[in-house]
């Protein structure tokens, strides 16, 4: 049953709703292709956008008898509060408290095709109007089902506190109302989503909807999840990245150990499957295995500096007596080193395979999955599972392919566990990176500004060089016409400044390394690399900083979040020796930040942020306080990986093996005093996700060299092997 309905401006797409048949009200939504959405394109979450668009119906939603809400999200919660924001949005539409509605993560559904991956500051972005639309048809059928029950005209009704409300005082809650709402022969209905004006939850700052859950222990992850036999498993892996196993020495050994109930030899190394995990890690731990060669070996970290600066593309030759400034940057390989480590449990049989995971592609999960066991897609199950972090590092999907595959050896279900160590040094990475930069000058301003940037190659096997090359055709040349690597980095990374003819430029070389996406991707390194450089161009031309930035920059609404976080943040003000202020800005995503930290260098080899004013226009904040929670993320990653937090590759292997190794930023690190200040809300949402992280970085990086009087140029600032590794 198909009902009209209509689009809120200035909305670009058109939706049509479908009752579900089930025996209480479930609808879902369908969005029409708007053809202008091309035209329209900007940066990347535009293209997703695009590519997700045929398959909009994926939003489904449930009202229960009990009044309860059920939202099923085709998307993952890697900790980012989107099922809140979600859960804001359908009770904003429903006119219901937020603790009754319930998010659950959709499982990998193959027809979704491109409408199932989590990533790019794009979920709120794509979700915004289907969501409030899918909302608004179930409050019509409600609405409906109580002017039929009542007799009265449907416009006179109104809706709240998850309840018809009538006139003349009488109520009827959504539970009373959800078989009725469930009728087909309701009539046509108009769903029309409140205008922005009329909210009342959404932008109104909410505590997460899992915070509890969380804070209490009964919130469940991969491995807490019972799952009958399924048995601990842990996997002695290589002692370089990508070797391979040529022979086990003592392998009847290892089983006879107490507790263990098997070894299999998989393509990452040997897994051990026990009645616990200290069992599991003790025999792993023992296991003589003689090991192939890997994909890195004897590369190390000047090795690889090396390399990426032979690959840097030549600056353009300039004429002779040309006022000008040079710069070269060099960025660590950087572990994403989410909380909860990579793990998977899988049931697989020889006619079937459920797999649960936190996962942000589950679709191309499930697709090699079952290319690997020798299945029928339709006949393996994928549960997506809420995970503690991800940063880019969930995006694939390692650890539900070795429970795969040591399920299928051992014949029973397992739960399949990465050690600390694992996950630092065999998980993903976020690339090396080397950055040229010149920008040429006169009279005051700048003329030209060029970035060559040369990155050990991203792998992008997680989905998204799938829907990049879906959607080619149906791009502008210039962009449809890119490699994975070019598009994704000409779509995210954009001068704020009018800097003259800008040039940015990506060369990517081809190391086999366990690489991925991380916080901010490709912007991290190159915006917080030229947001040092436009400092060291103030100063060349004797300027201030952040005048020179507010002359430079293009719009107003850029303007506006850089004088606020001056203004904020005091700009200016006294500083005692070794401390100083810097600043950094940064647009993406439809959204714009300005950072000013405040930095104690006077100890150069151990600076610490001790303030912090950061700004965001994201056009429209559904979620006011989880955007600060991401902004919040976005500093610190940035304090971590600007003055500290890296991997050292040495001969094929990082040495860096936990937490006390890679010295991400503690409690103690980050500064008490951290103020976050939202622009009032125009338009539609952009992203946040990855937001934060480039104008903090170039921030930190301008307060240390203002502190200190030198200017870094190689990141982290403080990169020692200040530990013992563990053993290879």
């Known amino acids: 049953?198909?009902?009209?309905?209509?689009?809120?401006?200035?909305?670009?797409?058109?939706?049509?709703?479908?009752?579900?048949?089930?025996?209480?009200?479930?609808?879902?939504?369908?969005?029409?292709?708007?053809?202008?959405?091309?035209?329209?394109?900007?940066?990347?979450?535009?293209?997703?956008?695009?590519?997700?668009?045929?398959?909009?119906?994926?939003?489904?939603?449930?009202?229960?008898?009990?009044?309860?809400?059920?939202?099923?999200?085709?998307?993952?919660?890697?900790?980012?509060?989107?099922?809140?924001?979600?859960?804001?949005?359908?009770?904003?539409?429903?006119?219901?408290?937020?603790?009754?509605?319930?998010?659950?993560?959709?499982?990998?559904r193959p027809e979704l095709m491109f409408s199932q991956f989590t990533g790019s500051s794009n979920s709120v972005r794509s979700l915004y109007d289907p969501v409030r639309q899918t909302a608004a048809a179930a409050r019509s059928r409600l609405v409906r089902a109580a002017a039929r029950q009542w007799g009265l005209a449907a416009g006179a009704l109104t809706t709240r506190d998850g309840a018809v409300h009538a006139p003349d005082g009488r109520t009827a809650p959504y539970g009373t109302l959800a078989v009725a709402a469930a009728a087909r022969d309701l009539g046509a209905l108009t769903a029309t989503p409140k205008p922005e004006s009329a909210h009342t939850l959404v932008g109104t700052p909410a505590s997460r909807i899992d915070a509890r859950a969380m804070v209490t222990g009964k919130q469940q992850y991969t491995l807490d999840l019972d799952i009958p036999g399924a048995k601990p498993c842990m996997v002695r892996r290589p002692p370089t990245v990508g070797g391979t196993v040529k022979a086990v020495r003592n392998e009847a050994a290892v089983r006879a150990m107490p507790g263990v109930l098997g070894t299999y030899v998989i393509p990452t190394g040997v897994a051990v499957v026990a009645e616990t995990f200290g069992q599991a890690l003790d025999a792993k731990n023992v296991l003589d295995v003689s090991w192939g060669p890997g994909t890195v070996d004897g590369l190390s970290d000047d090795d690889v500096r090396a390399r990426l600066r032979d690959a840097a593309a030549p600056l353009v030759e300039l004429p002779p007596l040309t006022?000008?400034?040079?710069?070269?940057?060099?960025?660590?390989?950087?572990?994403?080193?989410?909380?909860?480590?990579?793990?998977?449990?899988?049931?697989?049989?020889?006619?079937?395979?459920?797999?649960?995971?936190?996962?942000?592609?589950?679709?191309?999960?499930?697709?090699?999955?079952?290319?690997?066991?020798?299945?029928?897609?339709?006949?393996?199950?994928?549960?997506?599972?809420?995970?503690?972090?991800?940063?880019?590092?969930?995006?694939?999907?390692?650890?539900?392919?070795?429970?795969?595959?040591?399920?299928?050896?051992?014949g029973r279900?397992?739960?399949?566990?990465?050690?600390?160590?694992?996950?630092?040094?065999?998980?993903?990475?976020?690339?090396?990176?080397?950055?040229?930069?010149?920008?040429?000058?006169?009279?005051?301003?700048?003329?030209?500004?060029?970035?060559?940037v040369a990155a050990v190659e991203t792998d992008f096997r997680h989905g998204l060089g799938e829907i990049l090359t879906a959607t080619a055709a149906r791009l502008p040349g210039s962009i449809g016409n890119a490699t994975f690597a070019q598009t994704l980095f000409h779509t995210t990374v954009k001068s704020p400044y009018g800097f003259g003819l800008t040039t940015q430029h990506l060369t990517e070389v081809p190391l086999r390394m366990p690489t991925a996406s991380w916080?901010?991707?490709?912007?991290?390194?190159?915006?917080?690399?030229?947001?040092?450089?436009?400092?060291?161009?103030?100063?060349?031309?004797?300027?201030?900083?952040?005048?020179?930035?507010?002359?430079?920059?293009?719009?107003?609404?850029?303007?506006?979040?850089?004088?606020?976080?001056?203004?904020?943040?005091?700009?200016?003000?006294?500083?005692?020796?070794?401390?100083?202020?810097?600043?950094?800005?940064?647009?993406?995503?439809?959204s714009r930040t300005a950072c000013l930290v405040e930095i104690d260098a006077t100890d150069p080899r151990r600076p610490r942020v001790t303030k912090a004013v950061i700004v965001a226009d994201v056009g429209r904040a559904v979620n006011p306080r989880g955007l600060e929670a991401q902004l919040l993320g976005g500093l610190t990653d940035a304090i971590s990986t600007t003055l500290r937090a890296g991997l050292h590759l040495d001969k094929g292997l990082p040495l860096e093996g936990s937490y006390s190794q890679f010295h991400y930023a503690r409690q103690r690190d980050v500064p008490t005093d951290v103020r976050v200040f939202v622009m009032p809300a125009s338009g539609e949402p952009g992203g946040a996700g990855e937001l934060g992280v480039p104008a903090a970085v170039g921030a930190i990086a301008n307060a240390y060299a203002r502190a200190t009087g030198t200017r870094p140029r190689r990141f982290p600032v403080n990169f020692d092997v200040d530990f013992t590794p563990f053993p290879r």
Request: no cysteine; glycine share 8%; charged share 25%.
């Open 519 to 590: 916080r901010s991707v490709y912007s991290a390194n190159t915006r917080g690399a030229e947001e040092i450089v436009v400092d060291e161009l103030a100063e060349r031309l004797g300027q201030d900083p952040v005048a020179f930035r507010r002359a430079s920059l293009k719009s107003p609404a850029q303007r506006a979040v850089l004088d606020r976080a001056a203004r904020e943040g005091d700009w200016g003000r006294p500083m005692p020796a070794g401390h100083a202020q810097g600043i950094g800005f940064h647009e993406e995503y439809k």
């Open 323 to 410: 006022a000008h400034l040079d710069a070269e940057f060099d960025f660590a390989f950087v572990s994403h080193a989410p909380m909860e480590t990579n793990s998977a449990v899988a049931d697989v049989r020889p006619d079937r395979a459920t797999i649960w995971s936190g996962l942000k592609a589950p679709i191309i999960a499930q697709q090699t999955i079952a290319k690997e066991l020798g299945l029928p897609v339709d006949k393996v199950t994928v549960h997506v599972v809420q995970a503690g972090g991800s940063f880019g590092r969930r995006l694939f999907f390692d650890a539900a392919l070795e429970a795969a595959q040591v399920s299928k050896a051992a």
């Open 413 to 452: 279900p397992v739960r399949l566990m990465w050690s600390r160590i694992d996950d630092m040094r065999h998980g993903r990475m976020r690339p090396a990176t080397h950055h040229r930069l010149r920008a040429t000058y006169a009279l005051g301003r700048v003329l030209s500004f060029e970035h060559r």
């Open 1 to 108: 049953m198909t009902e009209p309905a209509a689009p809120t401006a200035p909305s670009r797409r058109r939706f049509l709703t479908y009752l579900i048949a089930a025996p209480t009200l479930a609808v879902a939504t369908a969005q029409a292709p708007a053809q202008a959405a091309i035209a329209d394109i900007v940066d990347l979450g535009d293209i997703l956008i695009l590519a997700g668009a045929p398959t909009a119906h994926m939003l489904v939603l449930t009202v229960g008898e009990d009044g309860g809400v059920t939202f099923r999200l085709p998307r993952e919660e890697v900790g980012q509060g989107l099922t809140t924001a979600v859960a804001m949005l359908v009770a904003e539409e429903l006119d219901m408290p937020l603790g009754r509605v319930r998010v659950q993560l959709e499982d990998a």
